[in-house]
T-cell receptor, first 114, second 110 residues
């Protein structure tokens, strides 16, 4: 595998379910990000991890819980989501958070909340 | 607060019909401006980073330019495979996060 991978690619869940999104980067980067992309809106930054430490939590509801066990893996745990949380969730990585930040994205997980 | 505005929102081009996309930005201090290409249902693909006014970068039929207030992405003699949404983002010295625009959706008709 090369670049940034995300699983699953598609997820349908009910409002009471618990699920997790997984991201893995094979680029040797030390910063990882979660973004939300909704139709007709700019990408919204959700969380930033640098060297496995969460450095930014962009006012995201607690029903989204990130986890970064090491510099190559990032998870987004989902719990009691709302229909308005349906979106494309993108993971990205970069060489270093704080320097010029060329971020490389995964293919995304298309989430539908029923 | 950083602002990024892209225009036009949507553009239909005949194959071979050159055009330009605009990204206007407001930042306190520009660290870098980025262009990405995004195909439907996929993640953004990195294209260019521009650092300072006057800088230009090229890749195949794409050429990105930068001034102190805006960036242009010129598409020369486009082909149908250039159909995509092009995203612009800026990184501010005062705030290291990337601020994205809504994108320019380009459709190239054979």
């Amino acid at each position: 595998e090369t670049g940034v991978t995300q699983t699953p690619r598609h997820l349908v869940m009910g409002m009471t379910n618990k699920k997790s999104l997984k991201c893995e980067q094979h680029l040797g980067h030390n910063a990882m990000y979660w973004y939300k992309q909704s139709a007709k809106k700019p990408l919204e930054l959700m969380f930033v991890y640098s060297l496995e430490e969460r450095v930014e939590n962009n006012s995201v509801p607690s029903r989204f819980s990130p986890e970064c066990p090491n510099s190559s893996h990032l998870f987004l745990h989902l719990h009691t989501l709302q229909p308005e949380d349906s979106a494309l969730y993108l993971c990205a990585s970069s060489t270093r958070q704080g320097e010029i930040d060329e971020q490389f994205f995964g293919p995304g997980t298309r989430l539908t909340v029923l | 607060e950083d602002q990024v505005t892209q225009s036009p929102e949507a553009l239909r081009l005949q194959e071979g019909e050159s055009s330009s996309l605009n990204c206007s930005y407001t930042v306190s201090g520009l660290r870098g401006l980025f262009w990405y290409r995004q195909d439907p249902g996929k993640g953004p693909e990195f294209l260019f980073t521009l650092y300072s006014a006057g800088e230009e970068k090229e890749k195949e039929r794409l050429k990105a330019t930068l001034t102190k207030k805006e960036s242009f992405l010129h598409i020369t003699a486009p082909k149908p495979e250039d159909s995509a949404t092009y995203l612009c983002a800026v990184q501010d010295y005062g705030n290291n996060r990337l601020a994205f625009g809504k994108g320019n959706q380009v459709v190239v008709i054979p």
